[in-house]
C-alpha cells in the first residue's frame, strides 16, 4: 500500500478510495513514509486528518444508541432466564453464561459492519447449534470433558464474534490484530465500568441504608445483573465511538507491565530451582504454571498488538524478547511436565487437553521469538511479528473446536 499512497497523492479520490478499503492499513503505512512525502501539501492534510484526536466525548448516533440498549437487553435477559425460568443456576451459567456476551456482541459488529445476510444467518446458525450442544450434555459435575466444554465454549463463540468483525476480511491480517486490539481495549474499559458500577452500588445501598431501608436483595437480582450484562456492549460502543479514549491507555498498561513481568518471571524461575515443588508430582503447582503462561503469552500478544502502530523503541523490543526467551523456557518445563504425568499416569481429557494448548502456545512463540530477533539484528519493521501473531489464531480456533465439540464424543463424556 505504501507505493499507491505516494503514486495517488495527486489524486484525491483514488486515495480516499484506499484509506476507506482497509483504514488501519492506510493509516500505518502512510506513518511509515510521511517523513519521505511531508513536503507534498496532500500529505500535510492527510496526516492531520489520521492523527486528529478529539478531546469530547461522542454518543455517536441515535440509531447507534438503540441498538446498544437493545443489545444490552438481551444480555440481562439472557442473564436473568434461571430467574424468569426456573432454571437451575449452577447447571445453566457454566454452560451458557457466554452467550450473555459474544452473541449480543456479534450482533453490535453485524449491525456495524453491515454484514451480509448470508455471513449473519451462517454465524446464526452455529450459536444456536452451539448452545443446543452445550446445555444436550450429560449433566455430570465430574465430568472432565464437561469442564473442558464449558471452558472452552466462550472461547469458540469469542472466534465466531471475530469472523464478524472482519466482516468479509477474514483473511487481513492487520483487521485480525485490529481484532485483538479491540479485545484489550475492551478488557481495560470494562474493568473501568465494572469498577465505576461497584462504588455506584455501594454509594446506593449505603444511602438507602440510612434511611432504614434494605434493598440489597432487590438492587442485586433486578438492577445490578443487568447492569454487569450490559458492561461488555457498552465498552465496545465506547470504544467504537471514542477511540481516542481507551487508545491511550492500553498502550501505556502495556509499557508498564512488560518490564514488570519481565523482572517478576525471572525470579520467579530461580525461585523455583530452591524449592521442593515440582511440576512433574505436584498436579495444583502444573495447574498455576499454566496460568502463569497463558498470562505472560497475552502480556507478550498485547504489548506487540498496542506497539505495532508505530515503530518499536529498541529497549522495548528488547525486552520483548527476553520476555519471549524466558516464556518458552517456562513453556518447556510446563511441556515436559505435562508429557511426564501423561507417560506417569496415562491419558486424561486434561492432559490432553493442556498439552495440545501448550504445543500451540510454544510454536507461537517461537516464531514471536524469531520474528522480535529479527527486528533486533536486523531492524526489520513489526510486520513479521504481528503475522506470526494472526496467522496463528486459526490454529487455536481449530484446537478449541476439537476440545469443545470432539473430545466429549472421543472420551465417551467421561
Same mark, same amino acid.
Given at each position: 500500500?505504501?507505493? =499507491?499512497?505516494?503514486?495517488?497523492? *495527486?489524486?484525491?479520490?483514488?486515495?480516499?478510495?484506499?484509506?476507506?478499503? =482497509?483504514?488501519?492499513?492506510?493509516?500505518?503505512?502512510?506513518?511509515?513514509?510521511?517523513?519521505?512525502?511531508?513536503?507534498?501539501?496532500?500529505?500535510?492534510?492527510?496526516? %492531520?486528518?489520521?492523527?486528529?484526536?478529539? =478531546?469530547?466525548?461522542?454518543? +455517536?448516533?441515535?440509531?447507534?444508541?438503540?441498538?446498544?440498549?437493545? %443489545?444490552?437487553?438481551?444480555?440481562?435477559?439472557?442473564?436473568?432466564?434461571?430467574?424468569?425460568?426456573?432454571?437451575?443456576?449452577?447447571?445453566?451459567?457454566?454452560?451458557?453464561? #457466554?452467550?450473555?456476551?459474544?452473541?449480543?456482541?456479534?450482533?453490535?459488529?453485524?449491525?456495524?459492519?453491515?454484514?451480509?445476510?448470508?455471513?449473519?444467518?451462517?454465524?446464526?446458525?452455529?450459536?444456536?447449534?452451539?448452545?443446543?450442544?452445550?446445555?444436550?450434555?450429560?449433566?455430570?459435575?465430574?465430568?472432565?470433558?464437561?469442564?473442558?466444554?464449558?471452558?472452552?465454549?466462550?472461547?469458540?463463540?469469542? %472466534?465466531?464474534?471475530?469472523?464478524?468483525?472482519?466482516?468479509?476480511?477474514?483473511?487481513?491480517?492487520?483487521?485480525?490484530? *485490529?481484532?485483538?486490539?479491540?479485545?484489550? *481495549?475492551?478488557?481495560?474499559?470494562?474493568?473501568?465500568?465494572?469498577?465505576?458500577?461497584?462504588?455506584?452500588? #455501594?454509594?446506593?445501598?449505603?444511602?438507602?441504608?440510612?434511611? *432504614?431501608?434494605?434493598?440489597?436483595?432487590?438492587?442485586?437480582?433486578?438492577?445490578?445483573?443487568?447492569? #454487569?450484562?450490559?458492561?461488555?456492549?457498552?465498552?465496545?460502543?465506547?470504544?467504537?465511538?471514542?477511540?481516542?479514549?481507551? +487508545?491511550?491507555?492500553?498502550?501505556?498498561?502495556?509499557?508498564?507491565?512488560?518490564?514488570?513481568?519481565?523482572?517478576?518471571?525471572?525470579?520467579?524461575?530461580?525461585?523455583?530451582?530452591?524449592?521442593?515443588?515440582?511440576?512433574?508430582?505436584?498436579?495444583?503447582?502444573?495447574?498455576?504454571?499454566?496460568?502463569?503462561?497463558?498470562?505472560?503469552? %497475552?502480556?507478550?500478544?498485547?504489548?506487540?498488538?498496542?506497539?505495532?502502530?508505530?515503530?518499536?523503541?529498541?529497549?522495548?523490543?528488547?525486552?520483548?524478547?527476553?520476555?519471549?526467551?524466558?516464556?518458552?523456557?517456562?513453556?518447556?518445563?510446563?511441556?515436559?511436565?505435562?508429557?511426564?504425568?501423561?507417560?506417569?499416569? +496415562?491419558?486424561?481429557?486434561?492432559?490432553?487437553?493442556?498439552?495440545?494448548?501448550?504445543?500451540?502456545?510454544?510454536?507461537?512463540?517461537?516464531?514471536? #521469538?524469531?520474528?522480535?530477533?529479527?527486528?533486533?539484528?536486523?531492524?526489520?519493521?513489526?510486520?513479521h511479528v504481528e503475522s506470526s501473531i494472526t496467522s496463528f489464531l486459526p490454529i487455536y480456533v481449530l484446537w478449541i473446536v476439537v476440545v469443545t465439540f470432539i473430545f466429549p464424543i472421543v472420551f465417551n463424556f467421561k
Open positions: 500500500m505504501k507505493e =499507491d499512497i505516494k503514486h495517488n497523492l *495527486d489524486k484525491p479520490k483514488q486515495l480516499e478510495a484506499l484509506y476507506r478499503e =482497509d483504514k488501519s492499513t492506510f493509516k500505518k503505512e502512510f506513518g511509515l513514509i510521511y517523513s519521505e512525502i511531508e513536503d507534498h501539501k496532500a500529505a500535510q492534510i492527510w496526516h %492531520a486528518r489520521l492523527n486528529f484526536e478529539r =478531546d469530547d466525548l461522542s454518543l +455517536g448516533s441515535p440509531k447507534e444508541l438503540i441498538v446498544v440498549v437493545i %443489545a444490552s437487553l438481551i444480555a440481562g435477559l439472557i442473564a436473568k432466564l434461571p430467574d424468569l425460568t426456573g432454571i437451575n443456576p449452577e447447571y445453566f451459567y457454566p454452560r451458557n453464561i #457466554a452467550f450473555a456476551v459474544f452473541p449480543v456482541l456479534t450482533i453490535y459488529f453485524a449491525w456495524k459492519q453491515t454484514v451480509q445476510l448470508k455471513q449473519i444467518a451462517i454465524v446464526s446458525g452455529i450459536i444456536l447449534i452451539s448452545a443446543i450442544y452445550i446445555n444436550l450434555l450429560p449433566d455430570n459435575s465430574q465430568s472432565d470433558t464437561l469442564i473442558l466444554a464449558c471452558i472452552h465454549l466462550p472461547l469458540f463463540l469469542w %472466534a465466531v464474534l471475530g469472523t464478524t468483525f472482519l466482516g468479509n476480511k477474514l483473511n487481513n491480517l492487520r483487521k485480525r490484530l *485490529d481484532f485483538l486490539i479491540y479485545n484489550g *481495549d475492551l478488557l481495560v474499559i470494562s474493568a473501568l465500568l465494572f469498577i465505576a458500577g461497584g462504588l455506584f452500588t #455501594a454509594v446506593t445501598l449505603g444511602l438507602f441504608e440510612l434511611i *432504614d431501608l434494605n434493598i440489597e436483595e432487590f438492587y442485586f437480582q433486578q438492577i445490578a445483573i443487568w447492569g #454487569a450484562a450490559a458492561i461488555p456492549v457498552v465498552g465496545t460502543y465506547l470504544i467504537q465511538t471514542n477511540p481516542h479514549l481507551v +487508545g491511550k491507555v492500553s498502550p501505556v498498561i502495556a509499557k508498564i507491565f512488560t518490564p514488570i513481568v519481565l523482572v517478576m518471571l525471572a525470579i520467579y524461575l530461580i525461585a523455583v530451582l530452591y524449592t521442593d515443588k515440582s511440576p512433574y508430582s505436584d498436579r495444583e503447582f502444573l495447574l498455576m504454571f499454566n496460568i502463569l503462561l497463558i498470562a505472560v503469552m %497475552a502480556i507478550i500478544l498485547f504489548s506487540i498488538a498496542e506497539s505495532s502502530n508505530k515503530q518499536f523503541q529498541k529497549m522495548n523490543t528488547v525486552m520483548l524478547f527476553v520476555l519471549s526467551i524466558l516464556t518458552i523456557v517456562l513453556n518447556g518445563i510446563a511441556l515436559s511436565a505435562i508429557l511426564f504425568r501423561i507417560a506417569e499416569w +496415562g491419558i486424561t481429557p486434561n492432559r490432553v487437553a493442556v498439552l495440545g494448548a501448550n504445543i500451540l502456545i510454544l510454536s507461537n512463540l517461537l516464531l514471536v #521469538a524469531v520474528g522480535l530477533f529479527k527486528m533486533l539484528k536486523y531492524n526489520h519493521q513489526s510486520e
